[in-house]
C-alpha cells in the first residue's frame, strides 16, 4: 500500500454496451478514478450518459475530449475501425490508453499503431484481452510458471456462446471469438503462433444459414506446442470458455465452473453462465482496476501493441486457413525492442 | 446507475489484521470512499497507518474521530469488548457504522445496543457477517427464496480451519467459529435457532492440550428445520466452509471451491484454501461496497443488531450445550419493531 | 488363482424380488455355483422359477430342500420373520448359509441364532450387509486403513430414497434404513456404536400423512466417533448413499456418482440412480460371488451373527430414541470368541 | 432368463499376460464357461497353466485343441501375427472366437480374414475392442442414441499412460494406443473414418529417445464430425481414457474417474489409475461374459471382422499421416453384405 495521488479523470470514448458498462464499472466499482469524459458520435446519447455522472462532460469529438485537463487517461471502447485515431490522438497528448479488443481491425493498421508508439518512445496502450485477468486463467498461468509440471506441450480449449448475434459471418468466430484464445495461447505458454488450420464440420441445425459453426481451430507454436480450439457460437445451452493445458508431468483444467451443485428431479449439477457477461464479470472489474492503478503509479502494464498486432496477424492466417481449406502460416515483423 | 455524492470519509477503529486490512481495502479497491481517520489506543501503530493514506488523520480516542469534519462513517474493527463503547458513540454522532463480528461479547451488551439503537429510531449498524456478501452463499440463498426445491429441512455445514491461534479454548469454537453457520442458519433459513447441542468426539491428535476440537453442533430452528454444522479449527490440511442445504425436492451444495482441476503425480483434483482471507477475499470487498454505497445512499443494509444479538444469543446457548453435554434452548427477547 | 472343486449347488429360499434376483445373479452371472433348488411357501411360484432354471427343483420346505443331496449352500431371502427357522435348520445339516438382511427381526432372536452357531462350534453364516462389497466403501475402508489421514472422528452419511413403498412407518426408517449405515459405520471404523438420538425436522411435504421423513440420526461410538445419517426416504429426486469420513489430517467421501456429465439446456451435471438396484448392482454380484468362493474354499468370510446381532441392537435403541425423542444407549451382550 | 444350455468349453490361445488373465477370468468370474484347453508354442509355459485348471489340457498347436471334443469356443489372445492361422483354422471348424486386438497386423490380412468369414456365410468373429462394454462408453452411446442433444458433431478424447513399454515406437501410439478411439469414434457415431492428420508438439522430456509422444491425432467422418485424440504414452502420471462428445444442443464427457474424493495436505481430489486393467477390469470382464452368453445362445454379437479391418485401414493411414506430417484419405473396400 503506497500514498496514492489524486483521483484519475477518465475519457470513456464510445457509449455502446460496452463503454457503458465501463462508465458504470468506473463510477460504482473502481477505486480512484472517475469517469470526467464521454464521447460518442451520436451527441444524444454521449449526452444522456454524462448526464447520470457528477462532474463528466460529454463530447462528440475524441481530440476535444483528450484536450480538457481533468481527462488523464483514456478508455477507448468504440467500434474497431474507429480506434486508429482515437490511438493516434491519445499519442499526440501522451495519454494512457485502455484499449477495448481489437486493437484495430487488421494487422496492416495494427502495424502502424505499432510504428506511432515505438516513435513516442514508450509503452501507453494497454489492449483489452481481459481474460489475462480472470482469476482461473491467472491461476493456470502461476502453475505454468511455476514448471512444476514441466513444459506445456498442448492446450485444448473449448469456447461456446448460447447464439451468435444476427449478422454474423463464418470468418467472425475467428476474429472476434478465437482471437481470445490467440492473446491466452501466447500469454499462457509464452509462444508466438506460427501456423494455423481450421477444420469445420457438417455445420450444426442451430447455426444460421451459411454459418460454418462450429469450427475447430488448431495452432502451431513456436515453442513447438500444438493448441485446439472448438469454437461454437450457437452451441444453445450456455456461454463456456475451458482451457485444458498438458504439460510433460501433469495436466491443468480451468472453466468447468462448478460453484453451486444441486441435485434434484433425478439429475445433479448447476447452472451453466449464459453469457460472458456473468462468466468474466470479475475479471473485466479486475482489469480496469490494474490499469487505473498502473496509469496512478506512471507505468503501463497489461497486453501491449505487441500483443494486439501479432492477434490481428494470426486472425489473419485463421480466416485464410478458413476459406482455402489449408494450414495457413502467420507471418509476423521483427518484434521491436520496446516489446522485448 | 444513479449521480453519487461526493467521497465518504470513513474512520477506521481499530488497526491491528483486520482493521489495517479494510484501510487498505477501502483505499485501493472501494468505489466512492476514503479513509480520512484512523483510530488505535496504540498512538504509534495509527499514526504509522495513517501516514500511507494521503489525508489522513491519526486518533488514539474514537471520538475525537467521529467528531471530525471529514468522518461521515466508521468501520469498528477494534477488539469485541471495545465495541459497545464505539457504538454507543457513533450513536450519539448519528453515524452510520459497519462493525465487524462480534457485535458485542455477550447477549446482555448486544441487548444494550439493541436498546441504544432502537432510542435513536433508525437503523445505524452493519454488523459483519460477511458470508451473506459471498457470491455462492448468494447463489444458495437465492435458489431457496425461488421455492423451486420446497421447504428447507436440515442444513449440513462444514467448517475447518488449519489450525487455530494460540489461546484457543474450546469455547472459542462456538463463540468465534461457529458464529457464522449461527448468523447464515438464520438468514439462510430465515429461522430463529431455538435450541443447541454440541456433542464431542474424542478430540484429534492435532488439538492443543485441553481443547475439545473437532465438535459437532446441532441447531433446531423455529421453523422446524435440523441444522448441523461440523467445525474442526485443527484439521491441518486447508480452510473449507461448505453448506448443503437440503429441501422437500431437491438439495444444493455450497463450498466445493473447484477452480482449478490438476492431474498429476497419479492424482487428479486442486488446491484447498488456507485461510478465510483467501476463501472470503471477494465477499468483504463486497461487503464493504456494499455498506459504501448504501450509506451514500443514506440507508441501511445488511446483517443488522437484532443479528448481531440473535447470534450472541445462540453462543450463549452453544457454550452452555459444549460444558454441560445437554441440549440447551436459545432465548430471545421480544424482536422490536424497528427490526421487523 | 487355485483350482477350483465343483460347481456349488445353491437352495434359494425366497423367491420374491431379492430371491427370484439372487437366482438369476447366481444362473447368469455368478462363476461356480448354480441354482439346484428354490423354496417358497407359495408352491406356484416356485415351481414358476424352477421351471426357468436347468436342473432345479421347487420346494414349499426349507428343510426338504436342505435335505437333498445337490444342496451345498444356502442363501435366505425369504421375509425376516422366517429367518431364524431357516437359520437353526441350516445349521442342523451344517450347511453355509448367505442370509439377506436383517439376520432376524429383532435383537432377542438375533441372539438365539448367535447362541446356536456358538454351540456349532464354527461359523456358517454371512449376513447380507452387502454395502462392504461396494467398490467405492470398499476404497473408502481401505484408505483409512493405511491410517495415512489418521484416527477417524467423525462419519456425514445422507441415505436418500425417491419414495417409501406403501404401509411404511416411522419406525421403518431406522429399522430398514439406517441399518445399512449401522453396519457402515461398524465395518468402516471398527467401533461399535454406543448411543442413538435421533431429531426429527418438520416432515416434508412428501412424506405419507404421519411419517416422520426425514430423520437425523447421530450415533455414538465406543472409539469416541461421532456419525450423523440423514435418512430422507421420500426424496422424490433419486437414490443417493454418501460417506464422509473426516479423520485427524484430511477427509474422504465416496458416494457423488459422478461418472457422465453432461452440458445442455443452461445446466450441467449428470443423472442420479433412481433405485438401489441401479446403485449397488455391482456390490450384490460382489458379494454373492464372493460368498460362492469362501463357501467352494470351505471358509466362512463377510458379515458374521455378531454383525447382524449388533444392528438389530442399535436398531431397538433407535426406534425408542425416535419415540421418546431422546438419546438411548445401546447394550450388547459380551462378544463371544467366536467372533473376536 | 431363459435355460442355459450346458457349460461353455473355451481354448485360450496365448498364455501371456493377457491370455492368462482371460484363464483367470474365465474361471473364477464368468458364468456358464470354463477353460477346457490352453494354447501356448511355449510348452511349459503352457502346461503350468493348464496345471491351475481343473479338466484343462495344453496344447502347442492350436489346430490340435479346436480339434478336442470338450472345445466349443476359442479365445484368441496369442501375439497379432499369430491371429490369421488361427482364425482361420477355427472357421475350419466353425468354432465361435474372440479374438483380441488387433484382428491382424495390417489392413491386408484383415481382409483376407473378411473373405473367409463372409465365405463361411456367417459370423464367427467378435473383436476384442473391449471399450464398447465400459459402463461409462455404454451410458454416452445410450445417450447419443436418444437424439436429444442432436447430432455429433466433434468427439474430443485423451489417452494418457504413465509409460511406454522397451521398444516402443512412434508408430506404436497409433498403432496400439489410438485403434481404440478409432473403434469408440465409428461406434459412438455410427460413422466411417475417412481422413486422419497427425500433429506432433515437440516430445516430452519423458518420451524415450526418437520417440515423438504425446501426438494429437485428428479423425474426419463421413458423418461430417471432426474427432481429435491426444496419445500422450509417458505422461509419468497415471492412465487416463476420457471422451467429450459435442453434439448440436450440448455435451457429455465420460471418464473423469471421480469415485473416492479426498481432502488432505492443502489438496482435494483422488486418485488416477494407474493401468488399464485397473481402469477397464469391469469392461473385460463384461466382454467375455457377453461372448459367452451369445455364444451360448448361438448368436454372434459385439464388433465384427469388418470392424477390425476398418480399424487397420485407419491405422494405415494414421502412420503414413504420422510419417509423412500430411492429411491422409482412408480407403475401404466396400462393406459386404454381412456386415450391414
Redesign the interface.
Known amino acids: 500500500?503506497?500514498?496514492?495521488a489524486e483521483t484519475l479523470g477518465v475519457a470513456v470514448i464510445g457509449t455502446g454496451k460496452m463503454g457503458a458498462d465501463h462508465?458504470?464499472r468506473i463510477?460504482?466499482?473502481?477505486?480512484?478514478a472517475r469517469v470526467t469524459a464521454v464521447v460518442d458520435v451520436d451527441a444524444e446519447r454521449a449526452k444522456m450518459v454524462a448526464a447520470?455522472?457528477?462532474g463528466c462532460t460529454a463530447y462528440t469529438d475524441p481530440a476535444a475530449a483528450m484536450a480538457a485537463a481533468d481527462v488523464h487517461a483514456v478508455l477507448v471502447a468504440s467500434p474497431g475501425p474507429a480506434h486508429e485515431a482515437a490511438l493516434l490522438t491519445a499519442f499526440e497528448h501522451d495519454l494512457p490508453v485502455l484499449c477495448e479488443k481489437p486493437l484495430t481491425p487488421d494487422a496492416a493498421s495494427a502495424l502502424r499503431i505499432l510504428e506511432a508508439e515505438r516513435k513516442l518512445g514508450h509503452r501507453r496502450v494497454q489492449v483489452g484481452f481481459m481474460r489475462r485477468y480472470d482469476?482461473?486463467y491467472m491461476?493456470?498461468k502461476s502453475?505454468l510458471e511455476t514448471g512444476?509440471?514441466?513444459?506445456p506441450?498442448?492446450l485444448?480449449n473449448r469456447h461456446r456462446n448460447v447464439a451468435s448475434a444476427p449478422g454474423w459471418t463464418s470468418e467472425m468466430l475467428i476474429n472476434d471469438s478465437v482471437t481470445h484464445e490467440m492473446d491466452v495461447t501466447r500469454w499462457l505458454l509464452g509462444h508466438e503462433i506460427t501456423a494455423v488450420t481450421v477444420?469445420?464440420?457438417?455445420p450444426?441445425?442451430?447455426a444460421p444459414d451459411g454459418i460454418r459453426d462450429?469450427q475447430?481451430v488448431?495452432f502451431?507454436t513456436d515453442?513447438?506446442?500444438?493448441v485446439?480450439v472448438?469454437i461454437?457460437v450457437n452451441?444453445?445451452?450456455?456461454y463456456?470458455v475451458q482451457a485444458e493445458a498438458?504439460c510433460?508431468?501433469?495436466?491443468?483444467?480451468?472453466g468447468?465452473?462448478?460453484?453451486?451443485?444441486?441435485?434434484?428431479?433425478?439429475?445433479?449439477?448447476?447452472?451453466?453462465a449464459?453469457d460472458f457477461v456473468e462468466r468474466f464479470a470479475?475479471a473485466y472489474d479486475r482489469e480496469v482496476?490494474a490499469w487505473v492503478?498502473a496509469t496512478r503509479r506512471g507505468e503501463v502494464t497489461g497486453p501491449s501493441v505487441w500483443d494486439g498486432y501479432a492477434v490481428a496477424a494470426v486472425c489473419e492466417a485463421g480466416v485464410r486457413a478458413l476459406e482455402e481449406g489449408v494450414r495457413v502460416e502467420v507471418e509476423l515483423v521483427e518484434r521491436p525492442a520496446l516489446y522485448q
Chains 1, 2, 3, 4 share one sequence.
Not at 512444476?148 to 513444459?151: A, K
Not at 515453442?223 to 500444438?226: D, N, S, Y
Not at 452451441?235 to 450456455?238: L, Q, R, V
Open positions: 500500500m503506497t500514498q496514492r462508465v458504470r463510477q460504482e466499482v473502481t477505486s480512484g447520470r455522472v457528477d482469476a482461473e491461476k493456470l502453475l512444476q509440471l514441466g513444459r506441450l498442448m485444448h477444420l469445420t464440420p457438417t450444426s441445425d442451430n462450429p475447430f488448431i502451431e515453442g513447438g506446442a500444438i485446439d472448438e461454437y452451441c444453445g445451452f450456455g463456456q498438458v510433460e508431468r501433469g495436466t491443468a483444467r480451468i468447468d465452473g462448478h460453484a453451486m451443485v444441486t441435485h434434484a428431479a433425478g439429475r445433479w449439477g448447476g447452472i451453466i449464459q470479475d482496476q492503478d
